[in-house]
């Protein structure tokens, strides 16, 4: 009994350990998509901002990213 209580344990940290490795290497960013987000950027007109594993700023905003109408102030006339 003692000796499955130890082994379901081992297992549990190899998995956990596992988890924790592809959690890590999964945010990390290459060179190449910093580059392709400043290329983006700048065939938009725009500089580069933020770069992220799931987004690329420009100063003009991000990406694919709609226009945000809610900043947009109308004075009636």
Not at 20 to 47: M, P, W, Y
Not at 51 to 56: G, H, K, L, P
């Amino acid at each position: 009994m003692i000796e499955k209580i130890n082994i379901s344990k081992i297992v549990l940290y190899i998995c956990v350990t596992v988890v924790i490795i592809f959690t890590v290497r999964s945010c990390q960013l290459d060179s190449e998509v910093i580059q392709e987000c400043h290329d983006a950027c700048k065939d938009l007109g725009n500089r580069l901002v933020e770069v992220t594993t799931r987004t690329c700023e420009c100063s003009g905003g991000g990406i694919g990213e709609e226009p945000d109408t809610q900043l947009k102030w109308v004075l009636p006339r």
